[in-house]
């Protein structure tokens, strides 16, 4: 009862006291507002030939197969050399050596040729990267993938709001008792420094574990709203972002998934690692600087390898998953790292407080 009476109170100060609840909402109410008028990550040869996109992607469509790839790279091949006999052609229409109908009929092909031109890139692109990929995959699809190009890319952007919130929380949840004064009597009792330490803790997480959920659940509605989340079932290496050197057997709705969790599980690690650090670094202001830079700093880290094994990786969920693929090396490792880092902080922080010098 005296556990659970302690937990009531420390969830208190937290949502209450230090107005958790209120910078919880701001800050998914912001991350919402960002899903929402996120502009579609469209390719600009799309908006000036729409029309004829949406011509191939219908006869494209579906799975992957040789004639569907030759006939995409023919079509760009003909626009092309369309386009290169267009001075051989005028110059043959001036000495005479074509008639008006023909003259005519080449026209006609040369507007076809422009009109299709950059759409038929487009898709001859894709079924270049699809002929890269391991013939032992199943077929990568043809399928109109800009939402989940948007949504990846978001995805792929540490959301340094919701960690720094996260972060203020962890360092305030000891901190605030050290600038009030009131650390310095909690610690004189020979009992229940254990107890209180586990109490701030659990209640740290709790509150991100439930806003990180939240906030993915509702990001989730939102795109689904938007249509970014269609034919979520085929391979993810069907889309641009992961469909080079990404073998990766999932389909676009697990990696989703797998990076939501890995996001919000980074996102408590570092909470847990922020708390533990709080214990030893009296400033609430110095201690945010110091997690701020830990998290920044490894994008500055040229090696893939090391950039998995550090909170700005793990945070940057979309580039965690791509890298992984990429290297070979299993998201479960870089995700044991963060938690890890976790513990141990937590471990030494009980050291300190419960110990305090």
């Not at 969830?11 to 800050?27: N, P, R, S």
């Not at 890269?132 to 990846?152: I, K, N, S």
């Not at 609430?284 to 994008?299: D, H, K, R, W, Y």
């Amino acid at each position: 009862m005296k556990d659970m009476a302690m937990w009531r109170c420390e969830m208190k100060k937290a949502l209450v006291t230090q107005k958790g609840l209120l910078i919880l909402a701001v800050c998914i109410f912001l991350r919402l507002l960002t899903a929402a008028m996120m502009p579609e990550l469209k390719d600009d040869r799309i908006k000036m030939s729409q029309k004829q996109y949406d011509q191939y992607l219908a006869v494209l469509h579906g799975a992957n197969t040789p004639e569907k790839s030759e006939f995409i790279i023919s079509e760009r091949d003909h626009c092309e050399s369309v386009k290169a006999a267009k001075d051989s052609m005028e110059m043959s229409h001036r000495e005479g050596a074509l008639s008006e109908e023909e003259w005519r009929e080449w026209q006609d092909e040369l507007e076809q040729a422009y009109l299709h031109e950059n759409s038929s890139k487009l898709w001859a692109e894709k079924a270049e990267q699809f002929a890269g990929q391991d013939e032992a995959l199943a077929p990568a699809h043809y399928f109109y993938e800009y939402g989940w190009q948007t949504v990846f890319f978001l995805l792929s952007i540490p959301d340094a709001l919701t960690a720094l919130v996260f972060v203020f929380l962890a360092a305030q949840s000891i901190g605030a008792e050290r600038s009030s004064g009131m650390l310095s009597i909690l610690l004189t009792a020979k009992e229940g420094r254990g107890r209180l330490y586990a109490a701030k803790l659990s209640t740290i997480l709790v509150i991100c574990l439930a806003a990180g959920l939240l906030g993915a659940v509702l990001e989730t509605v939102v795109f689904a709203i938007r249509g970014f989340l269609r034919e979520g079932g085929i391979p993810i290496y069907s889309e641009t972002f992961f469909a080079t050197d990404c073998p990766l057997r999932l389909s676009l709705w697990q990696g989703y998934l797998i990076i939501e969790a890995t996001r919000i599980f980074g996102a408590l690690c570092l909470a847990a690692f922020t708390f533990g650090l709080s214990a030893w670094i009296k400033k609430a202001s110095n201690l945010m600087a110091v997690c701020v830079a830990i998290v920044g700093i490894p994008f500055l880290i040229p090696v893939p390898t090391l950039f998995l094994f550090t909170f700005g990786g793990i945070l940057s969920g979309s580039r965690l998953l791509l890298t992984s693929g990429q290297t070979g090396i299993p998201i479960l490792l870089p995700v044991l790292a963060a938690f890890l880092y976790g513990v141990v902080s937590c471990i030494v922080g009980y050291v300190k407080y419960v110990k305090p010098a």
